[in-house]
């Protein structure tokens, strides 16, 4: 049995679980998960449908049907041309009595609008339900892939660490990094953040014009795409000596950080994991400048399941992927975040990057 049709198997018994009748798979990364087919973000639709008994049938414009990989034991493939109305064979193979359809969470909405005029009696649910529980579990090919673009960024980090960065733009250090990501064997970069000194507090800042100075702080938060998996590292930067507030502030972070990686042992609460690094950076008196949850899983997609943040009670399990990423912000001054990808074990939490976590001392 292909790994596919494994998985379609399990997509079954999960879509029993939980009364979806009818899964519809269209961009994003549940469609590449079942069949290793990436849909198209275009206004022409493609669509996998899976029963939950029956056959599962990939709905793909004519012009992209060449670069589907027939597998005849995982879905039949069902080629629509420009005159055809692709929603209408859509609905029909759903059928008139499937009563709960799980759709991707990033169907284009026109299409979303179309089935469900198509399809009056059916209730349209998240596909998420169906398939997290699953991707979420990586098979040990998957932490393969994810060991290998967590090593490429590994490199990357320790490469940074050896140019100045001083008198150079953020644009021009974000231009470096991206090079450097396809470099090393990524295909695809998805962000370089590059915050230096104020533009550091903005956790998701974009690259600007800044020229980077002496004692500037620089947040550097990059990672790709490398054969279908994600990778995503932080490390910090510093021009020069560091301040003792930089330097005592950044090992209340190191500390959070090391303390939420000790807590991801299986079985526990991903809320603990989160509540962990929080503890650290609430008792040192900077709570309210740690803006944001700990961390996400990362898989096929760069952030997806298992959230590390409040409320989520999910116990961790054998096989989840995700990052640990405490940060604290001073607005107006500088940013410190640090991140790596952990992958919780039977033998207990073990980082995928292994990049020195040491603030970096640049010139
Ligand atoms: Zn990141
Ligand atoms: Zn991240």
Redesign the pocket.
């Known amino acids: 049995m292909s790994v596919y049709a494994e998985r379609i198997a399990r997509v079954r018994e999960q879509m029993s679980a939980t009364g979806v009748d009818t899964l519809l798979l269209s961009v994003g990364a549940d469609l590449p998960y079942l069949t290793g087919y990436e849909a198209m973000p275009l206004e022409r639709v493609t669509m996998l449908v899976v029963p939950r008994d029956g056959e599962a049938t990939l709905v793909v414009p004519r012009l992209e049907a060449s670069r589907v990989v027939e597998q005849p034991d995982v879905f039949t493939v069902s080629a629509w041309d420009e005159i055809d109305d692709p929603l209408e064979r859509i609905a029909g193979l759903v059928g008139r009595g499937a009563a709960s359809i799980g759709i991707g969470e990033r169907t284009w909405a026109r299409f979303v609008l179309g089935l469900q005029d198509a399809l009056p009696g059916a209730r349209f649910r998240s596909s998420t339900e169906v398939t997290a529980p699953l991707r979420m579990r990586k098979d040990a090919a998957e932490i393969e892939h994810l060991q290998a673009a967590a090593t490429a960024v590994d490199r990357i980090a320790a490469e940074m660490g050896e140019r100045p960065f001083g008198g150079r733009t953020e644009a021009d250090v974000h231009r470096e990094l991206a090079d450097r990501i396809i470099e090393h064997g990524h295909q695809r970069v998805n ?1 370089a ?1 590059v915050g230096s000194g104020p533009n550091g507090a903005s956790p998701h800042h974009e690259a600007s014009e800044r020229v980077i100075g002496d004692g500037d702080v620089i947040v550097c ?3 790709g795409t490398m054969d279908g998996y994600c990778s ?3 490390r910090v930067f510093v021009v020069g000596e560091p301040t003792a507030e930089v330097r005592d502030t950044y090992a209340v972070l190191h500390e959070a950080q090391e303390r939420a990686f000790l807590a991801a042992t299986t079985g526990t609460p991903c809320e603990a994991v989160d509540a962990a690094a929080r503890t650290v950076i609430e008792a040192a008196g900077y709570g309210e400048h740690f803006i944001h949850r700990t961390g996400h899983g990362i898989g096929l997609e ?1 952030h997806e399941e298992p959230y590390i943040v409040a409320g989520n009670d999910r116990p961790l399990v054998s096989g989840y992927v995700f ?1 640990v ?1 405490p940060g604290i912000y001073f607005p107006g001054r500088f940013g410190l ?1 640090l ?1 790596d990808i952990v992958v919780a074990t039977e033998a207990g939490p073990r980082r995928l990057n292994e990049a020195s976590r040491e603030l970096a001392v640049v010139a």
Do not use: A, L, N, Q
């Open positions: 962000f953040i938060d990059f990672g995503d590292i932080t760069e990052s990423e975040r991140e």
